[in-house]
């Protein structure tokens, strides 16, 4: 069974920076697509970024793109999103998705806040 579990969400003021974490347990991180996902309050929830199995492939929502920076280790089974720039639109909470074959894993989320 697949576990993500978020951390290093907070409290910033707009400019700065944050790097979120997400750490996978179970076997098949290695061969998965990692995506972050955010959801502000009463808003649908959105794409951030993806990574391919491997990191050869990136993608990012217009949104983020040249701001925020996705990576993965897979030797410690996480993957990273680096943060900058940040703005108060990008306000909300972030959620890790592992996705392998139709297998769709979700974290809990972490919040966070940029304040202006």
Do not use: H
């Not at 993500?4 to 409290?11: A, M, N, R, T, Y």
């Not at 943060?83 to 998705?97: F, G, H, I, Q, W």
Request: hydrophobic content about 35%.
């Amino acid at each position: 069974q697949v576990q993500l579990v978020e951390s290093g969400g907070g409290l910033v003021q707009a400019g700065g920076s944050l790097r979120l974490s997400c750490a996978a347990s179970g076997r098949t991180f290695s061969v998965s697509t990692m995506n972050w996902f955010r959801q502000a309050p009463g808003k649908e929830r959105e794409f951030v970024a993806l990574i391919s199995w491997n990191g050869g492939v990136t993608t990012y929502a217009d949104s983020v793109k040249g701001r925020f920076t996705i990576s993965r280790d897979n030797a410690k089974n996480t993957v990273y999103l680096q943060m900058n720039s940040l703005k108060p639109e990008d306000t909300a909470v972030y959620y890790c998705n592992q996705k392998w074959g139709t297998t769709n894993v979700w974290g809990q989320g972490t919040q966070v806040t940029v304040s202006s």
